[in-house]
Structure formats: C-alpha cells, structure tokens
C-alpha cells in the first residue's frame, strides 16, 4: 500500500466518454504531479502543480485536463481519449516542489483503456 | 536533450550482489533517483544521491560520480522478491520534477 491513494485502479472508457481519475495523498505534500506509462516504459511527466497551482505543462493534449481543488487532491479529467491514450496513469506528490532532497511518492496509479 | 541510459535486462542469482549501472546526460542536475517498479504497481523510492559518493540503505547503496555523468545501484543478498524493474531518474530542474531513464528489469532466480 502507498500514501498516495488513486481512484479507481482500472477504467475502462470509449472514445466520447468523460470521466476523471483521483488522486489524494494526506502528508502535506504542496506538489503533486501526473505522469504517464505505457507498458515496458518508463514513466513520462505531464503536470506538476506546485502549491496548488499548474507549475509545468509538458504540452498535454488539451483532452486531459488537470485541477487542484486543494492541496491534498489532484484530478484528472478525460474528454475525447484516443486509443494511444490507453495507459497507466501515476500520480505522485512530494514535500515541495523546489526543494532538493524530496523523493516523489506515487500512488499505484490507474490503468486506462480507450475503447 | 536529456539522456539517461541503463542496461534493459540483467539476471543474477538469490543470494548475490549486483550492479545497476545509469549514466546520464542532461542539461542540468540537482539529483539521481533510484525506484523500484514491480510489474503492475507504483514505482517505490529506493534511494538518491545529490553529491559525489555513496548511500547506503541497508541492503541498497548507490553511488553517484557527477563528473563522470554516472552512477550505479547496488543490490546485496538478492532475494526473489528483487526482481522488479529499477529505474533510474535525473531532477534536472529546480522543480522537483524527475526525468526517468528506461529501466533495467532485474530478474532473480534461485
């Protein structure tokens, strides 16, 4: 079991569909991030929020759409997947996002397949 | 660009020690990161190193030379449940954001 806790563990969802993956971590980490796995990969950054706001964008689709509602949940919405979008999503989350002796702590992530 | 290359399979046998070599080149550094991914689970941080020299953590130490772009992992007294993926990863931004090299899948058997 990790302190990073992401709903739900498995999704499955067709290309029109709109649904969003949850992260919540309770160690009063300020940054929390998204990343991306495809299988036998190693994982890819897409969003860094960094006190409750959107510090990096690694030019993500605007298909994905992340929020912060507060500093211990990290959404991530989904509208109009693409099959290549079928993937392990990470969330992770750390002390502070500029300090530098602060490990990221993922979640177990949630495994998403497009239809 | 930013490269982080380490072997992709190595095997070794319950019982020994084995090395997990990473070399880096990135346009900044303010760490390395060593996580261990089993197959379908969260990547678990194992160790860092932000100076030159080594870490130990109980049966994992890793190393990190700066100059040389490199730094390895070291396992000892493998046990079966080593066997994962361990991906090495550069912080090479003043955020704490991490560039993962492609993992070297470490099989162990008996």
């Known amino acids: 079991d990790t302190e990073v806790t992401q709903t739900p563990k498995h999704l499955v969802m067709g290309m029109t569909n709109k649904k969003s993956l949850k992260c919540e971590q309770h160690m009063g980490h300020r940054a929390m991030y998204w990343y991306k796995q495809k299988a036998k990969k190693p994982p890819e950054l897409m969003f860094v929020y960094s006190y409750e706001k959107l510090s990096i964008n690694e030019s993500v689709p605007s298909r994905f759409s992340p929020e912060c509602p507060n500093s211990s949940l990290l959404n991530l919405h989904l509208h109009a997947l693409q099959p290549e979008d079928s993937a392990l999503y990470l969330c992770?989350?750390?002390?502070?996002?500029?300090?530098?002796?602060?490990?990221?702590?993922f979640g177990d992530g949630t495994r998403l397949s497009i239809l | 660009g930013q490269n982080i290359d380490q072997p992709t399979e190595m095997t070794a046998t319950e019982g020994a020690i084995v090395q997990i070599n990473c070399t880096y080149q990135t346009s900044g550094f303010n760490g390395l990161f060593w996580y261990q991914q089993h197959a379908g689970e969260a990547p678990t941080f194992l160790s860092y190193n932000v100076l030159d020299g080594l870490e130990e953590k109980g049966r994992f130490s890793s190393f990190l030379s700066r100059s040389k772009g490199y730094s390895y992992l070291l396992l000892k007294e493998l046990q079966m449940k080593d066997s994962a993926s361990y991906l090495c990863?550069?912080?090479?931004?003043?955020?704490?954001?991490?560039?993962f090299g492609k993992g070297t899948m470490l099989l162990v058997s008996p």
């Open positions: 990863a550069v912080r090479d931004r003043g955020y704490s954001t991490l560039t």
């Open positions: 992770a989350s750390s002390q502070g996002a500029e300090g530098i002796n602060q490990p990221q702590h």
